[in-house]
């Protein structure tokens, strides 16, 4: 159960992307250090007027790690553990769900993000709609990062872009 609302929070995305990929492995282990940039509170900016509002809270866990916390609507909080993998000159936070000791629950989603002119972050998820990467399981890390660098710069890889602007008035609290 944990795992599917794991899996729901980032469906919610659907509104922008028709699928997410979900891995059991991630890209790398936790070795790029935290992007100080990325610790905020952040609420998505609407692209049309049906969109839901995201709210975003990254913190620093470690010198490598962040702790999430994504919210949308009224829908519980969901909790997450994150670190970055440079691929291609392009950061990719590796987000995996921690609401579960299970492994099998413990999946990654995989967010490349940047921030615009205008300081806002900019995220997009891999595409699970993606041909050849559809539900498919690597046997280690090192081969789905391959796979990621040869397709990345290919249409459809990643999904649309999501953007967030700092808030202070967020919903949901962590303290650093």
Known sequence: M????????????????????ESELPLSKPSSKVDLRLINSWVSIPGDKNDGEILLVIR???????????KEGNDETLITRGFVTRVRNTDIINVQNINSLEKKERTYLFFKYNFNEGGNLVVSIISDDF?????????????LKKFVRKNMSKKGFFGEEIAFKVTKEIGIEINP
């Open 2 to 21: 944990r795992k599917i609302a794991f899996v729901l929070i980032f469906l919610i995305l659907n509104t922008f992307i028709s699928g997410c990929y």
């Open 60 to 70: 620093k866990f470690n010198e490598n790690e962040y702790l999430i916390a994504w």
């Open 131 to 143: 041909p050849g990467l559809n539900g498919r399981k690597f046997k280690t890390s090192k081969a």
